[in-house]
């Protein structure tokens, strides 16, 4: 698993509905604002990037220091962002079609409001299980 992992869910309106620290080492707070900085700053580029495109996993798209910024847009344009300093491509990849199939079941719950914050605990297992396999 990759020493530094943030991940992200951002609703087509720009309003966060997911967020998970998933790395192996606990981070002080400060490491968390920076980290949740450095996404919110990657839309921009990635508002831009996924009108061009038809690939929903764009890959590296931004880079601060060791850390790399990789992004999964749905076809609703949700915006899965992953914050990490690995190299396993592959391994990102499959999390992110992974967690697009868990999110895609929580857009099926008819109790969920789309674009409301995700506070299911089994979501949250289930994502950073899946870090923990993938990252």
Same mark, same amino acid.
């Given at each position: 698993? $990759?020493?530094?992992?943030? #991940? /992200?869910?951002?609703?087509?309106? @720009? %309003?966060?509905?997911?967020? *998970?620290?998933?790395? !192996?080492?606990?981070?002080?707070?400060?490491? $968390?604002?920076?980290?949740? #900085? /450095?996404?919110?700053?990657?839309? @921009? %580029?990635?508002?831009?990037? *996924?009108?061009?495109? !038809?690939?929903?996993?764009?890959?590296?798209?931004?880079?601060?220091?060791?850390?790399?910024?990789?992004?999964?847009?749905?076809?609703?344009?949700?915006?899965?962002?992953?914050?990490?300093?690995?190299?396993?491509?592959?391994?990102?990849?499959?999390?992110?079609?992974?967690?697009?199939?868990?999110?895609?079941?929580?857009?099926?719950?008819?109790?969920?409001?789309?674009?409301?914050?995700?506070?299911?605990?089994?979501?949250?297992?289930?994502?950073?299980?899946?870090?923990?396999?993938?990252?």
């Amino acid at each position: 698993m $990759a020493s530094t992992a943030c #991940f /992200i869910i951002v609703s087509r309106n @720009d %309003i966060p509905i997911y967020e *998970a620290e998933v790395s !192996s080492t606990l981070k002080k707070e400060e490491a $968390a604002h920076e980290h949740q #900085f /450095i996404l919110h700053a990657a839309l @921009d %580029i990635v508002q831009d990037l *996924a009108w061009t495109t !038809s690939a929903m996993f764009l890959k590296a798209m931004d880079r601060f220091n060791d850390l790399t910024v990789s992004v999964y847009v749905t076809a609703g344009h949700t915006r899965l962002m992953l914050l990490h300093d690995s190299r396993n491509e592959d391994g990102i990849k499959s999390f992110f079609q992974e967690v697009h199939e868990l999110y895609i079941k929580i857009l099926l719950n008819p109790l969920y409001i789309p674009g409301s914050r995700i506070t299911s605990s089994y979501f949250d297992t289930k994502v950073r299980g899946l870090a923990r396999k993938y990252l």
